[in-house]
């Protein structure tokens, strides 16, 4: 029976969530705060979260609006190979090559595919309150909307993660993350992500013209660069191995992004009666696996799912929170120790770094394959759908 359902935040998870449930006949309205939402670099778009999207109809326009990345390398500053995998290695392993997008791109393929009149944007959700016959949400403009559930994607300072859970603090990880997008190409062969003590830079095809890049770097909290951050980074990796200073060079300094990383409490509760919490709201993790806009994929398209499986949406909610938690909880914690190591202290840091080359490469390729190929996108079957 098709059920009135209120998604709150409009990020890639939250416009997934719409879709997906909208397709399976639902009524939905989706809330966002922001009035502007194209900020934003780009997105790796793994072939697991592929798949998710081919789930809800969307995989080829985004694999059509992005660049795709086949092998995905790893060098020393100095351009000395620490890992040079054959060229069709993620093709072979995922079942598909990795898409990067730009975000803005991602979010307005998946902002067409809703009705007209969902989204409802410029308006924060402020607080909500479980009723006899659903939920009411209050927003900033005094309206309280009236729904039979609520679907919380609104981030890391989720309203609804804290409705759920109570306090839920953030904690700094210790170093910093730029983002930006350059007006080069890069050689295929170099994509991925080149390591110095303490520091890494990624790069990777966004387009034919065009490459997606990243940097973090251990740095003391809340600071900024006196002379501009891409001036400081331009400075920063002047003596790295090309591409790298033709990327930083080709750059526009306005569309440099740059964000301090947190570890925030986890989520025990990501679903109680009504109101459900995924994406970033659920389990934020940090990027260095490239998948949380991937798991906020992977849990629009499984939670309607659920839902079209069960009339009680209390039940279909907590079903789906069990089903998701095992996978979601074993790449957080994975990602969180990449991030360790990768930003140990200098010396500790260059000698980690420099120890991938000594996996097996047949051993990655498996690993990797469990995390992001299209096989690792699991629909629930008949059984988990039934399930009591």
């Known amino acids: 029976m ?54 809800i109809g969307l995989g080829d326009p985004v694999r059509e609006a992005g660049g795709s990345v086949t092998a995905g390398a790893a060098r020393w500053r100095d351009g000395s190979w620490l890992r040079r995998p054959a060229s069709q290695r993620i093709v072979e392993a995922l079942g598909e090559p990795l898409v990067v997008i730009r975000r803005s791109a991602l979010t307005s393929i998946l902002a067409g595919a809703l009705a007209d009149g969902t989204l409802r944007a410029g308006v924060a959700a402020e607080a909500l309150a479980v009723t006899a016959d659903g939920v009411r949400v209050r927003l900033a403009d005094a309206t309280v909307l009236a729904a ?51 520091v890494e830079f990624g790069h990777v095809p966004l387009d034919a013209d065009n490459t997606y890049w990243f940097a973090t770097e251990r740095v003391p909290e809340a600071t900024t660069a006196p002379q501009g951050e891409l001036a400081y980074l331009e400075e920063r990796f002047a003596s790295w191995a090309p591409p790298i200073p033709e990327i930083l060079a080709t750059t526009e300094p306005g569309e440099v992004l740059r964000n301090d990383l947190y570890d925030r409490d986890e989520a025990r509760r990501w679903s109680r009666g009504p109101v459900v919490a995924v994406g970033d709201a659920a389990h934020p993790m940090r990027p260095h696996l490239g998948q949380g806009g991937c798991q ?34 074993s790449l957080v914690r994975e990602s969180r120790f990449i991030g360790r190591v990768v930003n140990l202290p200098p010396l500790l840091s260059g000698l980690a770094s420099r120890a991938t080359v000594l996996g097996p490469e047949a051993l990655v390729a498996r690993h990797l394959a469990a995390v992001a190929a299209r096989s690792a ?9 039934s399930a009591v």
């Open 377 to 385: 996108f699991t629909p629930p079957t008949d059984r988990d759908l």
């Open 148 to 198: 039979e559930a609520v679907v919380g994607a609104d981030g890391t300072h989720s309203m609804v993660a804290r409705h759920l859970n109570g306090p839920l603090h953030n904690r700094y990880v210790g170093y910093t993350a730029w983002r930006g997008v350059a007006r080069c190409r890069i050689d295929a062969e170099l994509a991925g992500e080149t390591f110095g003590p303490a």
């Open 2 to 55: 098709p059920k009135q359902i209120l998604v709150i935040g409009a990020g890639i998870a939250g416009l997934a969530s719409a879709v997906a449930l909208q397709q399976r006949g639902h009524d939905v309205t989706l809330i966002e705060e922001r009035a502007d939402r194209s900020s934003g670099a780009g997105i790796s778009i793994w072939p697991n979260a592929l798949a998710a999207l081919d789930d």
């Open 296 to 329: 906020g994929l992977e849990d629009a398209a499984i939670l309607a799912r659920f839902v079209d499986g069960d009339d009680d949406i209390a039940s279909a909610f907590a079903r789906f929170v069990a089903f998701r938690r095992p996978r979601v909880r």
